[in-house]
């Protein structure tokens, strides 16, 4: 019987879908925050549950052959970066095997899984960060939380973001030190100040810094945009948005511009995106550009195809799928990614793109009792994968081809067991690698009409 409180050596043997090391001791699975395969460490077990514990490393006693120093000095304490201690290289083996067992294992689908596509330099590669804010000591500090807490540890340099963010961060403090603007807290709800978020454009070098405010009366105006403009190169958008409920959602509903306009360009090969200060949009602007390419070249377009977009956001698949196409239909459930996909349909000179808002699981099935059809079915569905109805409107509707995007490769292989069952067969599978150092998993699969 495993018991709490107890000293055990365990050997790491795989990552759990949070990063965390998984091994076992006397038949129980035991998760270890910090553990990479490989490794051998003594433990202590925090937590007993019925059939898996979990452990806090006492000590490392065998280091696994993939443990390499990281880059950042808090990649153990902070929560963004789970596996930063791994070699890149090991990182996206270990995702690919992940990908391949879990088809395995809920899908049934035994296939070949290429190797991730990694990036050639794995860092710096966010296009959007987002910093809370305190006070420790009467200074205000940002940075990320704390693994599982709501405690903010200051940071001035965050490896895998945009390099820029060094300096939006230095304007911030500057203007709430200097102004003694004050900054929210989270137990009393009072303060002004509660994140500072930023988008960059990759391409274009744009920048944008959304400050998140508890309350509308925001101070010394002409002085915060003085600093932050005289600080931030590139620097095209300064907003203010208002949250003043009791939430850890981020944005509020109202959005004022202070600074030019609630809007940065930014490019996705020679597609161009408008990007506001809530709307979506890929974080890795390079990896998106391998994602979206591999998902064209699965769709095989001669340019005769209707294709399906369905759960296309604000349309960045769409209009890469477009330019090949005779026709693309984007189907999505947020009106206001709609009306961003429009926009950048016309700013692209786009014109055989159309964009329905709804539930894919209402809108598919009233199109294809329309007679609506597609050639080709793109699908990027969130974290919980397509409703039923959406899969078995994409059989009745019998395309050539469905290419599936994927966040979460267990809510993937059930869906592609699903159609598997129906008249597809499973081609190619490629995982991608989005987010270098997270146990994030993305995947593109290609599935043709047997
Ligand atoms: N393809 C886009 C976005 C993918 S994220 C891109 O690459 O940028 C998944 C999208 O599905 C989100 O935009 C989300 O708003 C949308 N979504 C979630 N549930 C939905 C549903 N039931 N019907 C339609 N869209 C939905």
């Known amino acids: 019987m495993l018991e709490k409180n107890n000293i055990h050596t365990i050997k790491i043997e795989d990552l759990g879908h949070s990063g965390e090391g998984v091994g076992r001791i006397e038949g129980f699975t035991v998760f270890v925050e910090g553990g990479i395969p490989g490794d051998t460490l003594k433990i202590k077990t925090i937590n007993v ?56 294992r809920i899908g049934k689908i035994h296939t070949n899984v290429l190797p991730t596509l990694g990036m050639e330099n794995p860092y710096e590669y966010r296009n959007k960060a987002q910093f809370p804010v305190g006070i420790v000591k009467g200074a205000a500090i940002f940075g990320f939380y704390k693994k599982g807490t709501h405690d903010i540890i200051d940071t001035d340099y965050c490896h895998i973001q945009a390099p820029i963010n060094k300096e939006v961060v230095e304007a911030m403090k500057e203007y709430i030190m200097d ?12 303060g002004l100040i509660r994140h500072l978020v930023t988008k960059v454009g990759f391409t274009t070098e744009e920048v944008m810094v959304v400050l998140v405010t508890n309350g509308k009366e925001l101070p010394y105006k002409e002085e915060l945009v003085k600093i932050f403009t005289k600080k931030v190169k590139g620097l095209k958008s300064i907003v203010q948005n208002i949250n003043d409920r009791n939430t850890n959602i981020i944005f509020g509903r109202e959005t004022i511009a202070i600074f030019g306009e609630n809007k940065i360009v930014d490019y996705i090969g020679d597609l161009k995106f408008h990007i506001s200060a809530q709307s979506f949009f890929q974080v ?35 209009l890469f799928l477009a330019r090949k196409a005779k026709k693309v239909i984007g ?17 692209n000179n786009i014109h055989n793109a159309e964009f329905y808002v709804g539930k894919a699981e209402e809108v598919i099935p009233r199109f294809y009792t329309e007679g609506i059809k597609a050639d080709v079915v793109v699908v990027d569905p969130p974290r919980k994968g397509c409703e039923e109805e959406v899969l078995e409107t994409i059989v009745k509707m019998d395309p050539q081809r469905v290419v599936y995007v994927s966040c979460n490769p267990a809510t993937l292989a059930r869906d592609l067991a699903y159609l598997q ?7 190619e599978v490629q995982p991608v690698d989005m987010f270098p150092h997270t146990a994030h998993v993305e995947t593109v699969v290609l599935m043709s009409r047997k």
Not at 284 to 289: F, I, R, V
Not at 291 to 317: H, N, P, R
Not at 421 to 427: A, I, L
Request: charged share 30%.
């Open 49 to 104: 549950k019925k059939n898996y514990g979990t452990g806090k490393i006492i000590e490392i006693v065998e280091p696994s052959e993939y443990r390499t120093n990281p880059l950042c000095s808090l990649a153990n304490i902070c929560g963004g970066c789970q596996i930063m201690h791994m070699d890149y290289q090991a990182q996206l083996d270990i995702k690919g095997k992940r990908v391949k067992e879990t088809l395995e």
């Open 284 to 318: 890795n602007s390079l990896q998106t550009k391998v994602l979206y390419e591999k998902a064209l070249d699965y769709a095989e377009l001669k340019g005769v195809e209707s294709v399906f977009d369905i759960y296309c956001g604000i349309g960045t698949i769409s």
């Open 421 to 427: 069952e129906r008249g597809y067969e499973t081609m």
């Open 179 to 190: 102004y003694k603007v004050s900054v929210y807290d989270e137990k009393t709800r009072k």
């Open 331 to 347: 189907v999505e459930a947020v009106e206001a990614a709609i009306e961003d996909a429009k926009e950048n349909a016309k700013i």
